[in-house]
């Protein structure tokens, strides 16, 4: 481990990024699989980080101040849903999930992108594999890298 001038960790090193062969199999045998999402396998030492971000937030939207029968208002007050689909799509690209705001976009740095890439490698396409879609469904990619560093 190092640790900088205020004494704060700034690094931890390995002489090796395998799991010793009896952890291994301790925990093949306890867990059957591994017990994180993403973790990959029980060959390497798995860090979690992320490439993506998430913004939550509560969007109302309101055309009234009161309720109203929707048989009179039919035709003469705008659908809530339609102003939802509209703000919406100033946001996401509704075909393709791409994020329209530029600012919510930011390069990959190399080295990261390095990381992305040798992960990849190992996992293949059980990035996408391991998830339970529905007869019909499909992962946005199947591209391995690109399934780790998706915009």
């Known amino acids: 481990m190092r640790h900088d001038a205020e004494g704060r ?6 002489r090796t990024r395998t799991i010793p062969p009896a952890l ?29 971000a998430i913004l939550n937030g509560t969007l109302t939207v309101e ?6 029968h929707s048989g009179a208002a039919s035709g003469i007050v705008p659908s809530s849903f339609r102003v939802l689909r509209q703000v919406l799509d100033r946001l996401e690209d509704d075909r ?19 990381e992305v890439r040798a992960v990849a490698g190992v996992l293949g396409d059980e990035i996408w594999r391991a998830y339970p879609f529905l007869p019909g469904m499909r992962a946005v990619t199947q591209d391995p890298v690109e399934a780790l560093s998706y915009e």
């Open 24 to 52: 291994r199999r301790a925990l093949q045998h306890r867990d059957q699989h591994c017990r994180f999402p993403g973790c990959g396998d029980y060959e390497h030492l798995w860090a979690t980080t992320s490439l993506r």
């Open 9 to 14: 960790l700034v690094e931890i090193s390995a």
């Open 63 to 68: 055309v009234l101040g009161e309720g109203v």
């Open 96 to 114: 393709t999930g791409k994020i329209l705001v530029s600012e919510c976009h930011v390069e990959i740095p190399p080295d990261r992108l390095a």
